[in-house]
């Protein structure tokens, strides 16, 4: 039950793409399509955003996006405006009815 | 609307036990699987423990097995959970989710706070 790995912080200028990798094993990440991603501001609870690797709820801007390949699965913030500065957490089931979150990471909008 | 309110957090001394409780509104509980997920302060997301529908399969992160026990009353809609011997590090805020159909946590609470200190 180890966590995925996510890079602490992530940047970019408004307007621009950021991309947010999540890297796991075989053994979730990579077994499995069920990663999904939360958004979280300061103090407020987590927001689903992706779930099953790419699918979006409704009401989630398409600006949003995920894919996966192999052990690691990354989400795409394009057009980045600035209330998307805030922390986001990948999430993967693992198996055996266990699941894994991603350390997050922190994203700024320069 | 789905709501989910998670209560029954607070200070408890090492080794005390605690109750949350996690009262759901706004769609057929017990269709749902439900899960407890927890956050320490300034760190990040940990999946701590989920139930099934009927209560039949339960599973729980290695850190809190023996120690905590989810549950959950259909009638009642509501899931608990029971965190005993508890350590300075189960402090944290403890979020229940609904899972959704595949294996996310489409909808969470507010959170309560768990404090274990002397």
């Given amino acids: 039950q180890s966590a995925l790995t996510q890079p602490p912080s992530a940047s970019g200028s408004p307007g621009q793409s950021v991309t947010i990798s999540c890297t796991g094993t075989s053994s979730d990440v990579g077994g499995y399509n069920y990663v999904s991603w939360y958004q979280q501001h300061p103090g407020k609870a987590p927001k689903l955003i992706i779930y099953e690797v790419s699918k979006r709820p409704s009401g989630v801007p398409d600006r949003f996006s995920g894919s996966k390949s192999g052990n690691t699965a990354s989400l795409t913030v394009s057009g980045l405006q600035a209330e998307d500065e805030t922390d986001y957490y990948c999430s993967s089931y693992a198996g055996s009815n266990y699941w894994v979150f991603g350390g997050g990471t922190k994203l700024t909008v320069l | ?118």
């Fill in chain 2, 1 to 118: 609307e789905v709501q989910l309110v998670e209560s029954g957090g607070g200070l408890v001394q090492p080794g005390g036990s605690l109750r949350l409780s996690c009262a759901a509104s706004g769609f057929t509980f017990s269709n749902y699987w439900m899960h407890w997920v927890r956050q320490a302060p300034g760190k990040g997301l940990v999946w701590v423990s989920r139930i099934n529908s009927i209560s039949k399969i339960t599973s729980y992160a290695d850190s809190v097995k023996g120690r905590f026990t989810i549950s959950r009353d259909n009638a009642k809609n509501t899931v608990y959970l029971q965190m005993n011997s508890l350590r300075a590090e189960d402090t944290a805020v403890y979020y229940c989710g609904r899972e959704g159909g595949a294996a996310e946590f489409d909808y969470w609470g507010q959170g309560t706070l768990v404090t274990v200190s002397s």
